[in-house]
């Protein structure tokens, strides 16, 4: 089967052809048609996430369907849809599994990091991690929705009930939070890079109330801010955007150092917070209220063999949405 794979950090995948995978008991083999890309892979591409396999299938938003599978799987069909995300395998005894806490568990795999994932013709994945997916989303919209979606939807719901809330980079997981703030009737404020006059008109035209450099300060304070950009110095300026009582929550996997900053800015119970990965609660909801709303995916569509480019692409901000790798 084809695959792009990442032999080493820092450098660009490689068209190769891989064996066939074959799934273990628990697990089932996936053709996939559609792989979303994550910030999560430019991280393990630039060597800033420092523990990945090697080599490396990358890609943790597939779309597939099954070809076969183990003989402990009772929980899906041949030939049935499914979506892989992040979160691959936990170990069901440590004391975060035990507590309702799988995103934390201490022996946790991950798709496209621990285990190989969709930048490929084929996977295999653990059938208790996967999930059905909703008939009215094509491959290439639903992709999406299994990252930026589901773990985008893990620190929205951080927020609490916050009325006004702040969105600190406006890309994949940003886009599809702001259908569902406006169906709850909630305001976003959307802050892009200084001068990304694109960016900030594409999120004024999905609903934002005001859209804005990152560098200012919105014209009125938060109730609450979800910094997606994996930059460590919007933290002090989203506590100084956000009310007494505000929270702060840090979306992503990888961020670059938090500047100091003074306590007052903090103070008055403001809270700051991060996300670690998902849940399979957090996806069976998401995935169950998406086409409800429904939320729309804004995709931008590359071929397997066109990863690369789709990489540079989201790195230099030039992706409105969503990438997403069409491997049929």
């Known amino acids: 089967m084809r695959a792009m794979i990442l032999s080493a ?28 890309i994550c910030r999560t892979d430019l991280h393990i591409v630039d060597g800033e996430l420092t523990h990945p396999k090697l080599p490396l299938v990358l890609g943790h938003q597939i779309v597939g369907t099954i070809e076969a599978k183990g003989e402990g799987v009772d929980k899906f069909n041949i030939g049935q849809r499914v979506g892989v995300p992040w979160l ?60 930026g ?9 951080m927020t609490g009930d916050a009325q006004k809330l702040g969105f600190y980079g406006f890309g994949s997981s940003a886009h599809i939070l702001i259908q569902l703030a406006r169906h709850q009737q909630r305001q976003v404020f959307a802050f892009t890079r200084p001068g990304d006059e694109q960016g900030q008109e ?21 109730d609450a801010a979800i910094i997606f950009a994996p930059i460590g110095k919007l933290v002090p300026t989203a506590l100084r955007a956000v009310v007494k009582g505000g929270v702060v929550v840090c979306a992503g996997i990888h961020m670059s150092d938090i500047p100091a900053f003074p306590y007052e800015i903090l103070w008055e119970e403001r809270v700051l917070r ?7 609660q957090d996806g069976e909801e998401f995935l169950t209220l998406a086409p409800q709303i429904p939320i729309h995916t804004e995709v931008n569509a590359f071929a397997l063999t066109q990863a690369n480019e789709a990489l540079d692409a989201l790195r230099s901000g030039k992706i409105e949405g969503s990438a997403v790798l069409v491997v049929d």
Request: net charge negative.
């Open 149 to 157: 979606g589901l773990i985008g939807y893990r620190a929205y719901s």
């Open 9 to 36: 950090p820092r450098q660009p995948l490689r068209l190769v052809d891989l064996p066939m995978p074959k799934p273990n008991s628990e697990q089932v083999l996936i053709r996939v048609h559609a792989c979303a």
């Open 274 to 280: 991060s996300v670690a990965n998902l849940t399979r």
């Open 202 to 222: 594409f999120a004024r035209q999905l609903g934002a109330v005001w859209a804005g450099g990152s560098d200012v300060l919105p014209p009125e304070p938060l």
């Open 88 to 147: 691959g395998h936990t170990c069901n005894h440590c004391r975060y599994c035990l507590s309702n806490r799988e995103n934390l568990c201490d022996y946790a795999e991950f798709t496209g990091y621990n285990l190989d994932g969709g930048y490929a013709e084929y996977t295999v994945a653990d059938h208790h991690f996967c999930f059905p997916l909703d008939p009215s989303y094509p491959d290439l919209q639903a992709a999406p929705l299994l990252c």
